[in-house]
């Protein structure tokens, strides 16, 4: 945005629409794929972002009006929201689980491929990340793909930087242990997996 943050925070305060459509239209992208490594569920992740956005402007005037980026704000709205929403599909999976499965019919068309295809990494992904408590998943998706840094995740989820500094290890650590087991599973041949790949990507430091 070309207007300071602080000016920012002090328009959407006040409700200026045009102020919180370019919020919008800057930040639901970043919303939207934070929402989506959470919950694994396209469909789910476009309802979050919406919701996101409608909670944020009925609690506009929670904003402080000395801050950074408004980023932080609404990710912690998300990550709120997709945890309901992961209880959610819990329940409605349990549930399709035990109904019949109806007959699928194949459809090879390429665009239906590449749909498969990303579908099996983000569950691949999901399976890692299934393996954390609820408070370290939030914690890597926020500093690790949202990007982040310790502070402003401290901010999202409304903790201290210690506590994110302290989950972010345990996760990583879990994940490094997951990644040499499943490398240990007969038939692996030293492959870098989904755990492996999360836990290795660099985490943006706290600039102050």
Partial sequence: MKDSDN????????????VFARLYEEFAPAVY????????????AEEIMSETFLVAWRTRARVLEDGGSLLPWLLGIATHKADNARRGLRRRNLFLARQPRPRVEEDFAPRTVGRIDDARRLRAVQAALGRLRRQE????TLCVWAGLDYRQTAEALGIAVGTVRSRLSRARKKLARLAEEERELPGARGEMTSAAAIAALTVREDPT
């Fill in 33 to 44: 794929r934070h929402a989506l490594r959470l919950t694994g569920d396209w469909s789910t």
């Fill in 137 to 140: 998943r939030e914690v890597l």
């Fill in 7 to 18: 000016e920012v925070r002090r328009q959407v305060r006040e409700g200026d629409p045009e």
